[in-house]
């Protein structure tokens, strides 16, 4: 039986967490539409197991034991490819058009996803239930992970906040980016990633500096409209594994639990008042981000990570062996 799973060079943090469940991957690499040419160091390393090829590749490199497609144009991509399907929902359908705009309605991009998926036998993936909802679809949530073993070592020396994330601008009405600057105006907080339009914003260098960030700065903030996005990222989660507190505006989703691993609330001046609280009481910072980190590992293990990716990859090949035999039927 193949071994090797087919993915995408997308959401490298999120590949690099699919490089754990221990096949070796192909990732397809140098693909349009990204905001980065070819896998970004910045981001992640590119795993000892993971391969970078081309999508002519694909061909003479499988079977595959499953393709994992991060969004539809994935899917179409290896539309000729005889393979277990897979697509992952990174994004909430509602935000991704109040971002974009498109030229379908909701209903008609659930119903497109979903007939596609019933003709190509594939299986979803969602990062979160909300997520998974917004689309209409069945399928299984997979939340990702936070490795203890990645992070860790909080220190916190430097007075300031920090937030990651990417073309803040075009995802302002997301991220409720006004509320973010009227609770920073006279805060120092950090942003990191890439926001070419921002003056002095940049990504970290590397994996190992966004790491050094994360445990030298006091706090991490995240705002977002929970009708839009979930009440975490993957680096919230990231600095929560880390030992950092959070400051964040409310979510039903939200990891953080205020007054014990952060504050967290709709009242911007009581979001100002708690970091005025972890600037100036570092060991109330370090004793709420230890709380944070306890309950993030929990919640959010790699161990279940990496069994519900096993159960959807069989449950995949299943669908796929269950098409082949009803078209072979239809042949006879």
């Known amino acids: 039986m193949a071994r090797r799973i087919l993915t995408f060079n997308c959401h490298e943090p999120y590949v690099h967490h699919l ?19 070819r896998w970004d160091t910045k981001a992640r390393p590119v795993p000892d197991n993971v391969a970078l090829i081309q999508l002519n590749d694909i061909y003479s490199r499988g079977p595959y034991l499953a393709a994992i497609c991060h969004n539809m144009s994935d899917l179409i991509a290896i539309k000729h490819l005889d393979v277990p399907r897979i697509l992952i929902l990174h994004v909430n359908l509602q935000g991704r058009v109040a971002e974009e705009g498109c030229e379908l309605s909701i209903e008609d991009m659930q119903y497109t996803v979903r007939t596609y998926l019933r003709m190509v036998g594939g299986v979803v993936v969602a990062v979160s239930k909300p997520k998974l909802t917004s689309w209409g679809v069945e399928g299984t949530v997979i939340e990702p992970p936070v490795d203890g073993d990645d992070y860790g070592g909080y220190t916190g020396e430097l007075p300031e906040g920090i937030r990651v994330s990417n073309f803040v601008s075009k ?9 973010h600057r009227e609770i920073v105006r006279d805060i120092p907080v950090r942003l990191v990633g890439n926001n070419p339009d921002i003056v002095g914003v940049e990504p970290a260098r590397d994996w190992n500096h966004l790491r050094q960030l994360l445990r030298t700065h006091r706090f991490y ?3 977002a ?9 993957l680096a919230l989660l990231e ?12 979510s039903p989703t939200s990891p953080v639990v205020d007054g014990q691993s952060g504050f967290i609330s709709d009242d911007i001046g009581y979001l100002r008042w708690g970091i005025q609280q972890l600037l100036t009481d570092p060991q109330l910072a370090f004793q709420m981000g230890e709380r944070g980190r306890q309950a993030v590992l929990r919640q959010f293990s790699v161990s279940r990570f990496l ?23 239809f042949a006879h």
């Open 19 to 37: 490089a754990k469940l221990g096949y070796p991957l192909d990732v397809i690499d140098g693909l349009p539409g990204r905001y980065v040419k």
């Open 225 to 233: 409209d929970p009708n839009l996005e979930d009440g975490y990222n």
């Open 221 to 223: 903030l995240h705002t």
């Open 239 to 250: 600095a929560m594994g880390t030992g950092m507190p959070v400051v964040a505006t409310r």
């Open 307 to 329: 069994e519900t990716w096993h159960e959807t990859i069989g449950e995949a090949r299943a669908k796929q062996q269950r098409l082949h035999r009803k078209s072979k039927q």
């Open 171 to 179: 995802r302002a009405g997301i991220l409720a980016w006004d509320i």
